[in-house]
């Protein structure tokens, strides 16, 4: 049996261990810089410049952070409940069919204001129903839940290559995407809230009132998961299944729930790009924020707080990244890519890689916080 980690203060779990996680992230990132000839911390001021130092910078990187807010808020409901849902990418693609359908059938008719919240229970409807599928898969036949959301993505892919193809293009158009949506299917910009803030010349950047809506499903998200009896339930029945079990939780509904909560809110992601950006639903519009949402969640901690901090974070990597690409020539887009990778690989797959020491370290400190590890040693 695994000694388990010792209980650490919430400022070091939450804060101080994904802080130097970070923090490792850029120091090997700045190293790949050097490689390639440019100084890592000139690249560093041109990425936080480029994200935070106007307002456009602003702008698009709340834009992309509202994208991510979604899907690591997904992953997170799912990781709550011991499961891990790798179908966001699928599950917002397919959201997009049904703001596609809404919007479509009542942008000449309806303001923004009244299409907006039909457009909201369509995404999340369609997110949920694809998460469905997978969900009793697992519950009822024991197919692993990240083998069939894996699958999942690919044949959501191919559905709507087949129906931006051939069934919703308008007739005589050569791009695969829908028309354009009119004014009741176009979110109002927040541009508006960072100049409030003495910036300006921020221009047509997207950033859009889906940022408001993500806000508020990260605070119904913790309502959910911290004060709830549903969000009882799936944290206890991800803490120990047989301990859910034994207190009567239905396993088959409470995983069935859980991922459709999860795949409900895989599919407000697609929201942001379509009603708020390009105004339309094209292929391959969620240009994979669903795989960033792990990124996020496990960044995060799962908590929401935590989660739209990781969003924010990579919605400076996404758009201080295009800065530095263009101002240093020698980092590519492909640079850019390997950098959010290392932020991924420290604050993910090498998550603990540093916790053994800081609990050696809290442990020496005071004696009281290696209880938890020693209790675990006698069981």
């Not at 397919?94 to 809404?102: D, F, T």
């Not at 895989?266 to 792990?294: C, E, K, R, Y």
């Not at 800081?358 to 209790?375: C, D, H, R, W, Y």
Request: proline letters at 4%; a neutral charge.
């Amino acid at each position: 049996m695994s000694t388990p980690y010792a209980k650490l203060p919430a400022w070091a779990d939450y804060g101080l261990i994904p802080l130097l996680n970070l923090a490792v992230a850029f120091v090997v990132a700045g190293l790949v810089v050097l490689l390639v000839g440019e100084n890592p911390f000139r690249a560093a001021v041109i990425l936080v410049e480029g994200a935070f130092g106007r307002g456009q910078g602003i702008a698009y990187t709340l834009f992309y952070a509202t994208t991510f807010i979604f899907s690591g808020l997904s992953v997170a409901v799912a990781i709550h409940c011991g499961l891990f849902n790798i179908g966001g990418e699928g599950q917002g693609y397919i959201a997009g069919l049904g703001i596609a359908i809404v919007c479509l059938a009542f942008d000449h008719v309806l303001p923004w204001y009244l299409l907006f919240p039909i457009a909201i229970v369509a995404a999340a409807l369609f997110g949920a129903l694809w998460a469905l599928i997978p969900a009793w898969l697992q519950a009822r036949r024991g197919s692993h839940i990240v083998i069939t959301t894996i699958m999942f993505n690919f044949i959501a892919a191919s559905l709507m290559v087949y129906m931006l193809v051939d069934v919703i293009k308008p007739v005589g158009a050569m791009a695969p995407q829908t028309r354009n949506f009119a004014a009741g299917g176009q979110l109002p910009k927040l541009n508006w809230l960072i100049e409030l803030f003495g910036f300006s010349h921020i221009r047509s950047a997207p950033f859009n009132v889906s940022f408001l809506l993500a806000l508020v499903m990260a605070w119904l998200v913790w309502l959910l998961i911290w004060r709830t009896r549903l969000g009882y339930e799936i944290r206890t029945y991800g803490f120990s299944p047989k301990a859910a079990r034994y207190a009567g939780i239905s396993e088959t509904r409470i995983i069935v729930v859980t991922m459709m909560i999860s795949g409900a809110l895989a599919g407000m992601m697609a929201l942001n790009p379509t009603m708020g950006d390009q105004h339309n639903v094209a292929l391959d519009f969620v240009s994979g924020a669903g795989f960033v949402g792990i990124a996020v969640a496990l960044m995060g901690r799962s908590h929401p707080v935590g989660i739209v901090l990781a969003a924010i974070l990579f919605g400076l990597l996404y758009q201080g990244g295009a800065e530095l690409s263009f101002e240093m020539p020698n980092i590519s887009r492909d640079m850019i890519v390997i950098i959010q990778g290392l932020v991924i690989l420290f604050a993910g797959a090498l998550e603990h890689m540093f916790r053994p020491s800081i609990q050696t370290l809290f442990a020496s400190i005071n004696p009281k916080s290696v209880g938890m590890a020693e209790a675990g040693k006698e069981a």
